[in-house]
């Protein structure tokens, strides 16, 4: 399952998902963007699992703990030099620290807008894949409060070269304080590690854990209970990425205007500057304030995702994120290109107001940009 669809998973079951099939066109911008990432991983099945809520049991990621910024920062002319010497190491024989190292130089290269670095992190990257996982998990039983069954576990490990999990921390332990007893199991599991180039390599990796609590079936909550339990998970573990991404998630789709929404979604930015959607909100929410090249620099790691997509239609609304920032920047020829491809990527499914509003833009984009006629003599 793509970490995507697990983040989808992990919202409809924290959230009930009481919205059924495409989201209203009155949605906010981070709710539309959620949807459309969740439509263009599986269309077919989008309305069933926005519906059902459907619960995945034991799942495994990595996606929130390899979103760290590079260690290195590189300017463009610098890219070509360090993605050449990167490549040169991994010809050899490296060492587990000198491919860690050459992986962020690689990141670092496309980053700084170096197609070829992008490109081979594309082809040479092969994620972490679970071949055994251990029989035995906490065990199904009644919690001792109403709507545990929201609760997540969460633990952040290192997955080293030989396929085995070390060195887990706890990152959410849950209101029933189960963690040491998945830890104490996690060692009999086995991977597929990290490859670069052909080697194995160690990385960060997030186990997370949604533990099933009485009936299969989730009650469906209200509103107020939505968010109260993703308040809940911040209070009880404020340093989660995972916790505030899911606050600001909730706020988004269900109190876009909440006044802490700002807030919450500067917290998670500050956790996952690199995830996807948070880039992509903190990028908006600064076209909103005039501040484009702020937005823009916010915006790369969504771009430099639509760039390592493989067979994957990038999210209009990260394109559309930033046209806009393009052309508050009066980069019109930039502004045009994206949000002409937005456009041209919108689902015909997808609902009429929206795809209306995004022609809209277009038009204004292309007004504002024609060249103004010469005056009459």
């Not at 050449?84 to 010809?91: H, M, N, R, T, W």
């Not at 990152?171 to 029933?176: H, L, T, V």
């Not at 186990?207 to 469906?220: A, K, T």
């Not at 929206?354 to 060249?371: H, I, T």
């Amino acid at each position: 399952m793509s970490w995507r669809l697990l983040f989808l998973s992990l919202l409809c079951l924290s959230t009930g998902c009481g919205h059924y099939g495409l989201p209203p066109s009155t949605a906010s911008h981070g709710h539309l963007s959620l949807a459309m990432d969740a439509y263009l991983d599986d269309p077919s099945s989008y309305e069933r699992r926005i519906a059902q809520g459907t619960n995945f049991g034991f799942v495994t990621t990595d996606a929130l703990a390899s979103l760290r910024a590079p260690s290195v920062e590189l300017e463009p002319d610098q890219a070509p030099r360090v993605f050449e010497e990167a490549v040169q190491v991994l010809k050899g024989n490296p060492s587990d620290e000198e491919l860690r190292r050459a992986f962020g130089e690689l990141r670092a290269a496309c980053d700084a807008d170096h197609e070829q670095a992008c490109v081979f992190l594309k082809e040479q990257v092969q994620p972490a894949v679970i071949l055994e996982a251990a029989a035995v998990r906490p065990m199904k039983r009644e919690p001792r409060f109403t709507h545990a069954e929201y609760a997540l576990i969460i633990l952040g490990c290192r997955l080293d070269v030989d396929g085995r999990l070390r060195d887990c921390q706890v990152i959410e332990n849950g209101p029933e304080h189960e963690a040491e007893h998945l830890i104490a199991q996690l060692s009999m599991d086995r991977y597929k590690p990290w490859m670069l180039a052909g080697h194995p390599m160690s990385r960060p990796y997030t186990v997370n854990f949604l533990p099933v609590y009485g009936s299969n079936r989730s009650p469906d909550l209200s509103t107020e209970l939505k968010l109260e339990w993703a308040r809940k998970r911040v209070g009880w573990s404020p340093t989660s990425t995972s916790a505030w991404t899911n606050l600001a998630a909730q706020l988004a789709i269900h109190a876009p205007d909440h006044p802490h929404y700002p807030r919450v979604l500067a917290r998670a930015y500050a956790l996952a500057p690199e995830y996807w959607w948070i880039a992509t909100e903190m990028a908006w929410q600064r076209v909103q304030a005039g501040q484009h090249a702020d937005a823009l620099m916010a915006l790369r790691p969504a771009i430099r995702r639509s760039s390592l997509s493989l067979g994957e239609r990038p999210n209009p609304y990260v394109l559309e994120t930033a046209a806009a920032a393009h052309f508050g920047l009066k980069q019109c020829t930039e502004a045009l290109a994206q949000q002409r491809k937005a456009v041209e990527l919108l689902p015909a499914q997808w609902p009429a107001p929206e795809r209306e509003r995004f022609q809209r833009k277009l038009q204004d984009y292309q007004s504002s940009c024609a060249p103004s006629a010469p005056a009459a003599h």
